[in-house]
């Protein structure tokens, strides 16, 4: 399953080369990357937050953008993972 995986990633990574020329390809890798950090970052200030906040309404929010905060990094690490990007 895995190998079928990176092959589908390469086949990705190829098809976004053709498209966007070599450059536009790593910028796109670069990006997704770059989203990923700025999820982390606002998942931890948004957990910061739900244990600071003691509004029912306001406990409630953090809870929901913490949800969408989870379902992005997912998107991006599924992107990620397509792409064969590979943390450093």
Do not use: T
């Amino acid at each position: 399953m895995e190998n079928v995986l990176r092959q589908i990633g390469q086949a990705a990574v190829r098809a976004v080369e053709k498209r966007r020329g070599d450059e536009s390809a790593e910028k796109f890798s670069r990006d997704i990357l770059e989203e990923m950090k700025e999820v982390l970052r606002r998942k931890a200030c948004n957990e910061r937050w739900f244990q600071l906040e003691s509004d029912e309404d306001l406990v409630e929010a953090c809870v929901f953008e913490s949800r969408e905060l989870e379902a992005r990094y997912r998107y991006l690490l599924r992107q990620a993972k397509l792409l064969g990007l590979r943390a450093q």
